[in-house]
């Protein structure tokens, strides 16, 4: 059998919080890793990448992963892209090839629907998949303050096997510009996924 172009693929699903520059990193950061990327970016994530961001994305999926693989640099083939109903997709399904799951930036809303099981689209689906199959499904939430009901949330997500990454960087490394803040998240998201990476040291090294 012919070796798989790319290393395993993780999904990364873009939702409408703040911090749309956490998601595209990651995105680039999987691609130049050798990472087969399968992206998820919801309606609201448009009008917060339009606002946050110089990226100009469009909505196709075929279009955006096109875009996302100039932004990149990834090499053809090596980001898809996959609709808010393409029920067709690899994660739509416990039987689609496995993927661990990242979402990056996380809405309180996703955040919520996924702690139900609600399933409304694509990437709510493919985070409900990743929970029954037990593989790793990271969940990046931004938001302050915090009410009972994301709490709640977090630590029901916490406890069927969900880590909980709040979109929190820290200041120990002294940070000098917005990319070393957006680097300390990304670098925390692919130390859980067992990612080789520069983006910033680990602890005690
Ligand atoms: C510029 C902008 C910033 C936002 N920031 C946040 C945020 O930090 N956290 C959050 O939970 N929702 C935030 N929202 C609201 C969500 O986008 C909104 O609740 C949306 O319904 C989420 O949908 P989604 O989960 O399908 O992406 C923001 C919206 C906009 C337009």
Redesign the pocket.
């Known amino acids: 059998m012919a070796e798989p172009a790319f290393s395993p693929p993780v999904t990364v699903a ?6 749309a520059q956490y998601g595209l990193r990651l995105i680039d950061a999987l691609a130049a890793a050798g990472h087969e990327v399968w992206v998820l970016v ?4 448009h ?2 990448i339009e ?2 961001t110089d990226a100009s994305l469009p909505a196709r999926p075929e279009r955006l992963a096109q875009a996302l693989i100039e932004r990149s640099g990834a090499a053809p083939g090596q980001i898809r892209c996959f609709g808010r109903e393409d029920w067709m997709a690899p994660v739509a399904s416990g039987s689609g090839a496995p993927s661990a799951m990242v979402i990056c ?7 919520s ?1 996924v702690a139900t099981g609600a399933s409304n ?1 694509l ?1 709510e689906r493919a985070a409900d998949v990743a929970l029954k199959e037990r593989r790793k499904l990271i969940l990046v ?4 303050p915090l009410s009972t009901i ?1 709490l709640e949330h977090m630590l029901s997500l916490a406890r069927m096997g969900a880590v909980i990454l709040p979109a929190a960087p820290g200041f120990y490394h002294r940070p000098a510009t917005v990319d070393d803040l957006v680097d300390f998240i990304v670098a925390r998201i692919l130390n859980q996924l067992d990612i080789e990476h520069r983006l910033m040291p680990r602890w005690g090294e």
């Open positions: 873009i939702t409408g919080a703040s911090g919801s309606k609201a994530a009008l917060v606002t946050e930036p996380c809405s309180t809303g996703t955040l629907a689209n990437i939430p931004r938001e302050t994301h």
